[in-house]
């Protein structure tokens, strides 16, 4: 398991983008707290911590706390406003989570055995459809990730959604719509002959034509 994440914040009066343009000049993150039929709180953080944080791949999917000025939150992160051309982070928005209340949130993937798969043993190569899962659950049950083993799976097959080994606690939502709903998450495929590869076999093949 990952360490928690806690991040220290700052009630936020002055808003506007005036005052969240001089917030990140300080070195300073706006963001916002909402859900669980509270009202919603804006915030501050400091940008060093929020980047010490993304550096981890739990910030993304798992609950962290937020002290807000000796008041403590427990949330997820929703979503991220990044600027357009450097990538860092200018907004946050924060979903509160209730003990009692399932939430809905994407998980990551991990996949293993990739090294020893069969499929890529025979010459195939391994995609990737997914990255994440979107769960639903209690908080207490949140996996950190989801891993997908790829050690059996055979040139031409697939992982399914239905195949991922998860706690009896937790749904994966594309299964609760349906059978039909049963994606595919990674698969190993034969690997196209390239132009070259066709025309050295051409080439082999006249070459024993002739010593014929």
């Known amino acids: 398991m990952s360490e928690a994440i806690v991040l220290n914040a ?16 300080a070195e300073k993150l706006p963001a916002i707290i909402y859900g669980a039929n509270a009202e919603a ?3 501050t953080l400091m940008a060093k911590d929020v980047r010490k944080a993304q550096e981890s791949e739990a910030f993304y999917a798992q609950i962290v706390t937020l002290n807000v000025e000796g008041k403590t ?6 979503d991220i406003q990044r600027h357009p051309a450097k990538e860092f982070a200018m907004h946050m928005d924060f979903l509160r989570v209730d003990a009692a209340t399932e939430i809905t949130t994407n998980v990551p993937l991990h996949f293993i055995n990739e090294d020893i798969c ?12 997914m990255v994440e899962v979107e769960v639903r659950c209690l908080p207490k049950d949140l996996p950190e ?9 055979e040139l031409g097959g697939s992982v399914h959604l239905s195949e991922l080994k998860v706690a009896e606690s937790v749904k994966l939502v594309h299964l609760m719509h349906g059978e039909d709903h049963d994606l595919p998450v990674a698969g190993v495929q034969a690997v196209r002959a390239t132009k070259e590869d066709v025309a050295d076999e051409a080439a082999e093949g006249e070459g024993e034509s002739s010593a014929e």
Do not use: C, P, W, Y
């Open 41 to 43: 709180t804006q915030i």
């Open 145 to 153: 990730f989801i891993e997908v083993d790829m050690e059996a799976v």
């Open 10 to 25: 700052e009630l936020r009066k002055d808003v506007g983008k005036g005052a969240s343009r001089r917030l990140r000049h």
């Open 73 to 78: 939150e427990q949330a997820i992160l929703k």
């Open 118 to 129: 069969a499929g890529a043993k025979a010459g195939g190569a391994i995609t990737h459809n």
